[in-house]
T-cell receptor, first 115, second 112 residues
Framework: DGGITQSPKYLFRKEGQNVTLSCEQNLNHDAMYWYRQDPGQGLRLIYYSQIVNDFQKGDIAEGYSVSREKKESFPLTVTSAQKNPTAFYLC??????????????FGAGSRLTVL | KNEVEQSPQNLTAQEGEFITINCSYS?????LHWLQQHPGGGIVSLFM???GKKKHGRLIATINIQEKHSSLHITASHPRDSAVYIC??????????????FGKGTHLIIQP
């Protein structure tokens, strides 16, 4: 079955450490997204990629980095520069990007806790 | 003022009740999405609509483009419907790089 796989589901990090969250899709989707979810807030875009080797910063990109070397993979690195990284992180994909109407497929999420 | 507003924020109902969740938006859109997030955290796309009405099982979504308003209805509600329901809009312009703006969600609990 096609879908999005995020790993790990739970991750604990010490302050000052970088961590990388994995996101893999086998849907042959061009566009991939990383969102952050905090209690009482809507999903906020961290990074967005419409195509391989291209990505754009979202509203809260500071302290995060991404790469898109393969169509299937869009890993997110949470760096030590991110001041408040404890949150739930969701990866998503769609057939294409842009401002048209595209159905999103989400992964199961990764919960990061900074100790 | 948020560009996508959902109401109510929280809703508790008894099994079997008819449920309505509302979404109002203030920007031009190409489509509106209804998403479901279960306690485990994963999100499922329920509907994407740009006009009229869509139905899937016990779920019905409607949109009124002129009034910039959408509703999600659940008929014969069941405890397994307990989840957070999120409204999101695909914008013609503005918003984030992804062209999407999300509401804060409606937390629904259906008691047996």
């Amino acid at each position: 079955d096609g879908g999005i796989t995020q790993s790990p589901k739970y991750l604990f990090r010490k302050e000052g450490q970088n961590v990388t969250l994995s996101c893999e899709q086998n849907l042959n989707h061009d566009a991939m997204y990383w969102y952050r979810q905090d209690p009482g807030q809507g999903l906020r875009l961290i990074y967005y990629s419409q195509i391989v080797n291209d990505f754009q910063k979202g509203d809260i990109a500071e302290g995060y980095s991404v790469s898109r070397e393969k169509k299937e993979s869009f890993p997110l690195t949470v760096t030590s520069a991110q001041k408040n990284p404890t949150a739930f992180y969701l990866c998503a994909s769609s057939i294409r990007g842009g401002t048209g109407a595209n159905v999103l497929t989400f992964g199961a999420g990764s919960r990061l806790t900074v100790l | 003022k948020n560009e996508v507003e959902q109401s109510p924020q929280n809703l508790t109902a008894q099994e079997g009740e008819f449920i309505t969740i509302n979404c109002s938006y203030s920007v031009g859109i190409s489509a509106l999405h209804w998403l479901q997030q279960h306690p485990g955290g994963g999100i499922v796309s329920l509907f994407m609509l740009s006009s009229g009405k869509k139905k899937h099982g016990r779920l019905i979504a409607t949109i009124n483009i002129q009034e910039k308003h959408s509703s999600l209805h659940i008929t014969a509600s069941h405890p397994r419907d307990s989840a957070v329901y999120i409204c999101a809009v695909s914008r013609y312009s503005g918003g984030g790089a992804d062209g999407l703006t999300f509401g804060k969600g409606t937390h629904l609990i259906i008691q047996p």
